[in-house]
C-alpha cells in the first residue's frame, strides 16, 4: 500500500513541476529603422504554466532600470511592443518573460535583438584642427568632418575633387584625415562626404560643398647662396652685382644683405632671387658679406661671402696631362689646363691656330671652372693636331689680356716615349755598366793579392810561355787544369830536392832568359 503511495506523490509532483516551468522567449523584429519611426517587435514564450499570465517586458541589453516597452500575455498569446524609435534604442533588445502572480516561477530572457537606428546624416562640415589654413610646409595637416546629424556614418576625403589617395603620409581615420610632412603639392580644397544607410535602396549623403576650405602651404625659405659678379660703368666705375638665390621657399620673400653686422639694404620680391648693386675699388678687401632671407616662418642665412676685386695679373700657365695605355700609347682625351696666378674673376679663352674654341665641338670641350682653371678636352687624331695657347683677362674689363706659351701637339708628339721614360732606361743601364765594372776592379785587385809571391821557376815558365807562345798550337796542347797543376807540384818538389851546387847554374840561365829579348804574340 506504501508502495503506491508513493508513487502516485511522484507523479504528482512531476506534473505539478512541469506546468510551473516558463520556456525561453524569442524576440523577432526589424533588424534596422530610421530614427523617429513606428516599428512592432514581438517576444513569443513557447512553454508556459496554465493557467498563469505572463508578463513580457523589453529592455535594452545591460539596462533593466527602464521599460522600453511591455505586454501580458494570457494562455501563450504573442506579444507585441509598438516603439516609437529614438536614438537610444539603437544597439541590442532583449525580452524578459515573467510569471505575473506566481513569484515560484524564475524569470526567462530571449536571446539578444539587434536594432540599427539610423539618423539621416546631414550637414556635413570641414574643420581644421591644425590651425591656419595657410601655414609652412614640413608641418601636419590634420582635418575633421562633422555633422549636424547621422548615426553610423562612413566618411570619404576629396581634394580638388579627387579622392585623397591613401598613403604612408595620409591617413583618413573615422571622420579625420592625417596628413604628414606636407609640401606645397599638398595644397587644395578639401572636402568631406558623409553617408549611411538603412538599407541597400535607402542611402543618405552629405558633403562639405557648402564649406569648401583651400589649404595652402607655404614652403620654408632655404638657405640663400650668395655670390657676386662685377661691372663697370662708362664712368670708370665698378660695382658688385650681388645675387642671394634660394632653391625652395614660398614667396614673397625679404632678402636683406649685410656687411658683418651692418646693414645694407632689403628687398622683397615674388621670386626666390634678387640683386644688389654696391660699388668696389679694385684691389681691395671691403668686407664680407651674407645674405639672409625670410618668408614668415624663420630667416635663412647664406655663407659669408669676401667683398674682394683682384684683377688678373702674373703669369698664365698652361699644362697637359692624358692617360697611356700599353706601348705609351695615349687613349682617352688630352686634357690641357689653364690657370691665371692672380685674378677673382678671370675670363679663360682657349685657341687653336689663331681660332677661338668655344663650348664644345668637333674633336674639343671646354669646361671652365671660374677662378681657379679652366680645361680643355681634346680627341687625340688629325683634326686636332696644331698649335694650342690660352688667354686671360678679366670678366669686366677687357683691356688687359694675358697670354699663355704656345704649344704644338699632335698624335705623333703625344706618343714619343717621355723624357722621364728615356731617363729611367739610360739611368738604369748606366748602373748596370758600373756594377758590372767594379766587380771586374774586385776581381782582379784580389787575384793579385791572392798570386803576388810566385816561385822562381813560375817566373821562368811565364818568360818562356811569353817568348814561345806564339810558336805552340796551344789548341792542339791544351790540357786539363789539374794535370797542369799537379806538374806544377811534381816540378816543385823536384826543384827542392836539387842540390845546391846547381843553384849557380840556374842564375846563370835566368840571367841568359831575361836578356834576350821577348817577342809580342
Keep these: 500500500m506504501s508502495v503506491f503511495v508513493v508513487i502516485f506523490a511522484l507523479c504528482y509532483c512531476s506534473k505539478e513541476s512541469s506546468a510551473s516551468v516558463l520556456g525561453r522567449p524569442e524576440l523577432d523584429g526589424p533588424a534596422a529603422a530610421l530614427l523617429g519611426d513606428i516599428i512592432d517587435l514581438y517576444c513569443e514564450v513557447q512553454t508556459f504554466p496554465e493557467d498563469e499570465s505572463i508578463l513580457m517586458l523589453l529592455f535594452k541589453e545591460g539596462d533593466r532600470t527602464k521599460i522600453l516597452a511591455e505586454y501580458t500575455s494570457m494562455n501563450g498569446e504573442i506579444a507585441e511592443f509598438p516603439l516609437v524609435v529614438r536614438s537610444s534604442h539603437d544597439g541590442y533588445l532583449e525580452c524578459v518573460a515573467r510569471a505575473q502572480n506566481n513569484t515560484l516561477i524564475q524569470p526567462t530572457v530571449s536571446d539578444r535583438h539587434y536594432l540599427k537606428v539610423v539618423d539621416p546624416v546631414k550637414g556635413a562640415e570641414v574643420v581644421v584642427q591644425s590651425g591656419p589654413v595657410e601655414f609652412y610646409g614640413g608641418k601636419t595637416l590634420e582635418l575633421r568632418c562633422d555633422v549636424a546629424a547621422g548615426t553610423h556614418v562612413s566618411y570619404s576625403w576629396l581634394v580638388n575633387g579627387r579622392p ?27 572636402m568631406c562626404v558623409a553617408t549611411n544607410q538603412l538599407n541597400v535602396t535607402q542611402v543618405f549623403t552629405s558633403n562639405s560643398s557648402e564649406v569648401l576650405i583651400t589649404v595652402t602651404v607655404k614652403e620654408s625659405v632655404s638657405n640663400p647662396d650668395i655670390s657676386f659678379t662685377v661691372l663697370k660703368e662708362a664712368t670708370q666705375d665698378y660695382y658688385a652685382l650681388v645675387t642671394c638665390r634660394s632653391t625652395r621657399g614660398t614667396p614673397p620673400i625679404t632678402f636683406s644683405l649685410y656687411n658683418r653686422t651692418e646693414f645694407v639694404t632689403n628687398k622683397t620680391v615674388e621670386e626666390r632671387n634678387t640683386a644688389f648693386m654696391i660699388p668696389v675699388v679694385l684691389g681691395r678687401h671691403l668686407g664680407w658679406l651674407q645674405c639672409q632671407a625670410d618668408n614668415g616662418d624663420q630667416i635663412a642665412y647664406s655663407p659669408w661671402m669676401p667683398l674682394e676685386v683682384v684683377p688678373v695679373g702674373g703669369p698664365v700657365t698652361m699644362r697637359y696631362d692624358y692617360d697611356v ?94 723624357i722621364s721614360v728615356v731617363a729611367v732606361v739610360f739611368g738604369c743601364f748606366i748602373f748596370l755598366v758600373s756594377m758590372v765594372s767594379i766587380c771586374c776592379c774586385i776581381g782582379v785587385v784580389f787575384r793579385r793579392r791572392q798570386y803576388g809571391e810566385k816561385s822562381l821557376w813560375d817566373l821562368e815558365m811565364e818568360h818562356v810561355v811569353v817568348a814561345y807562345d806564339d810558336k805552340l798550337d796551344l789548341e792542339e796542347y791544351r790540357e786539363e787544369a789539374d794535370v797542369v797543376k799537379a806538374a806544377r807540384i811534381d816540378e816543385s818538389d823536384q826543384e827542392s830536392e836539387a842540390s845546391t851546387d846547381e843553384w849557380p847554374q840556374i842564375a846563370e840561365e835566368k840571367k841568359t832568359l831575361e836578356d834576350e829579348p821577348v817577342e809580342e804574340p
Excluded: M
Design 325 to 418: 695605355g700599353e706601348n705609351f700609347a695615349v687613349i682617352g682625351e688630352v686634357r690641357f689646363y689653364c690657370k691665371s696666378a692672380k685674378g677673382s674673376h678671370p675670363r679663360y679663352q682657349w685657341f687653336f691656330n689663331k681660332t677661338l674654341l668655344a663650348g664644345r665641338g668637333t674633336f674639343y670641350r671646354v669646361v671652365h671652372q671660374p677662378p681657379d682653371q679652366s680645361i680643355l678636352f681634346l680627341t687625340v687624331g688629325r683634326s686636332s693636331a696644331g698649335t694650342y695657347h690660352c688667354e686671360v683677362s678679366d670678366s669686366f674689363d677687357k683691356t688687359t689680356v694675358i697670354r699663355s706659351e704656345k704649344r704644338y701637339l699632335d698624335k705623333e708628339v703625344l706618343n714619343r716615349l717621355p
Design 164 to 190: 585623397v589617395s591613401p598613403s604612408p603620409l595620409r591617413n583618413a581615420a573615422q571622420n579625420q584625415l592625417f596628413i604628414y610632412r606636407t609640401t606645397p603639392q599638398d595644397s587644395g580644397s578639401y
